[in-house]
């Protein structure tokens, strides 16, 4: 079956500092692999996307590599800001692009 | 464009009470889908609607029924509320692209206390 596992938080980080928030997934065939970010009190907003392997999504810093041979989208910025603190989902869809599978999430928190 | 709207915001039940969510999108998206967040499981899948008039089980769909009432609209029912039932709700709607990816927009959810 399809699933994703994403890295635990909550992640506590000093403005400017570097972010890494890993994601694994289990699918079958060849899913597309997603990134989205929850502000307080809002719903989901895509992020990035990468739809084949070795694929780099990217948006506002941002970076997440599609690696098929390790089933990883490990979520990627150099300089994180206070504005960055949100949650991340790593997700993935099915070939039939109908069906989304999401982590479980992971806070961020970025102080001044 | 409103994007996705879901009503109400906030909602206390106690147990046995029913409501229901509603959800609307002008998008003019085929597919609808109802979700719900709990902390440390992610978004769970309740049901989908893959086009008006049609709906399938998710994950997770005991205790709820749904209706896609148009294009528009896909509403959530809470029979009978029960405490397992507290969570955060969020209805999405599916946009379909030329590419190789579909991409789902999300409602700001509804936030249900079932005392």
């Known amino acids: 079956g399809n699933s994703v596992t994403q890295m635990e938080g909550p992640v506590t980080l000093s403005e400017e500092a570097f972010l890494t928030i890993n994601c694994t997934y289990t699918?079958?065939?060849?899913?597309?692999l997603f990134w989205y970010v929850q502000y307080p009190g809002e719903g989901l907003q895509l992020l990035l996307k990468a739809t084949k392997a070795d694929d780099k999504g990217s948006n506002k810093g941002f970076e997440a590599t599609y690696r098929k041979e390790t089933t990883s989208f490990h979520l990627e910025k150099g300089s994180v800001q206070v504005s960055d603190s949100a949650v991340y989902f790593c997700a993935l869809s099915d070939e039939s692009g109908n069906q989304f599978y999401f982590g479980t999430g992971t806070s961020l928190t970025v102080i001044p | 464009n409103a994007g996705v709207t879901q009503t109400p915001k906030f909602q206390v039940l106690k147990t046995g009470q029913s409501m229901t969510l509603q959800c609307a999108q002008d998008m003019n998206h085929n597919s609808m889908y109802w979700y719900r967040q709990d902390p440390g499981m992610g978004l769970r899948l309740i049901y989908y609607s893959a086009s008006e008039g049609t709906t399938d089980k998710g994950e997770v769909p005991n205790g709820y029924n749904v209706s896609r009432l148009n294009k528009r609209e896909f509403s959530l029912r809470l029979e009978s509320a029960a405490p397992s039932q507290t969570s955060v709700y969020f209805c999405a709607s599916l946009k379909r692209t030329l590419l190789s990816y579909n991409e789902q927009f999300f409602g700001p959810g509804t936030r249900l206390t079932v005392l």
């Open positions: 699918a079958t065939g060849y899913p597309s």
